[in-house]
């Protein structure tokens, strides 16, 4: 870990910096755990159709049982853990719901950017564990119906009791680099004239700098340092599960193949054309807003010259 891998203060990760004690001890005691979500202390976090329930000054809408009930009368509670003394739960409400009285069920992507940062990582947990449990009723052993224990950390099989658990798909996005160029690449259902870092599920048997070197050469056709990656910052990113890990990659050739199956295309761009991309100024080029971790490798990048 080096000194790059700091965060400003005032410039936090967007759905990093979970302030919540997950309460891995709690989590072993069922009969201590299964009276919370109905204690006075409780406060549930709801989704609708994966949006989360936000007020209207744009923070997540905490909500008392009773009334997170009256919203979602069926739906599972996932224990996210303590807020100093709250404890803190997801709840999948109706996919129909829009308005309530509490606030509005909004697009994840555009209520993350006026919330506050601290909660954005409280989301990012609750949405993943939302997803998750959606897709995971029956067990991939024995095809059963899976039932939630500790508090939703995991899904056991009714039939087998095999054991399930909320899975994490780690990400490398990564910056190549030669000298005071970078290399950027757009899909072609990206907005006209955005580009951003390449990125690429890490496989099984695969560390992440053989993961960030296998995706450059298949995607743009260059090959890397191997010796000089260095990992930055991660990002968790919950579209649904995944953990995006930040990389700087110098590269050893710059010519460029690009498979066109997986871009459109592919350019090295210079340092003061990322700087006007970041000020909105560049007259054909935009980077991804900030809430991505593209948009703050780039910001890191431009600032170590």
């Not at 967007?14 to 004690?21: C, E, Q, R, S, W």
Request: hydrophobic residues 40%; glycine residues 8%.
């Amino acid at each position: 870990m080096n000194d790059r891998a700091r965060l400003p203060a005032d410039k936090p990760m967007i759905f990093a910096g979970n302030p919540l004690d997950r309460g891995d001890a709690l989590r072993r005691d069922e009969t201590a755990l299964a009276q919370l979500p109905d204690s006075p202390s409780a406060r549930y976090i709801l989704f609708s159709s994966r949006r989360p329930l936000v007020t209207s000054t744009g923070a997540l809408a905490w909500l008392e049982r009773d009334a997170a009930r009256a919203l979602a009368p069926d739906g599972e509670a996932y224990f996210l853990g303590h807020w100093g003394e709250f404890a803190c739960f997801a709840l999948a409400a109706p996919d129909e719901l829009d308005s309530v009285e509490a606030g509005q069920f909004t697009d994840t992507r555009q209520a993350v950017m006026v919330m506050p940062p601290s909660e954005s990582g409280v989301l990012a947990q609750g949405l993943a564990l939302v997803n998750w449990h959606a897709s995971h009723p029956y067990c991939s052993r024995c095809g059963g119906k899976t039932r939630i224990a500790a508090g939703g950390a995991k899904r056991i099989c009714t039939q087998c009791e095999a054991e399930h658990f909320p899975r994490v798909d780690p990400v490398v996005i990564m910056l190549a680099t030669d000298g005071d160029h970078c290399l950027l690449g757009r899909q072609a259902s990206w907005p006209v004239g955005m580009w951003s870092a390449l990125a690429g599920f890490v496989e099984p048997g695969e560390t992440l700098e053989e993961a960030c070197a296998r995706e450059l050469h298949e995607e743009a056709g260059v090959k890397v340092d191997m010796a000089g990656i260095q990992y930055v910052f991660g990002q968790p990113w919950p579209f649904p599960s995944s953990l995006m890990i930040g990389l700087t990659a110098p590269v050893t050739n710059t010519a460029l193949t690009v498979d066109t199956h997986e871009l459109e295309a592919a350019r090295w761009f210079s340092r003061q054309e990322i700087r006007s991309m970041m000020e909105g100024t560049h007259a054909e080029a935009s980077i991804p807003p900030r809430l991505a971790i593209a948009s703050r490798l780039l910001e890191d990048w431009i600032n170590q010259d």
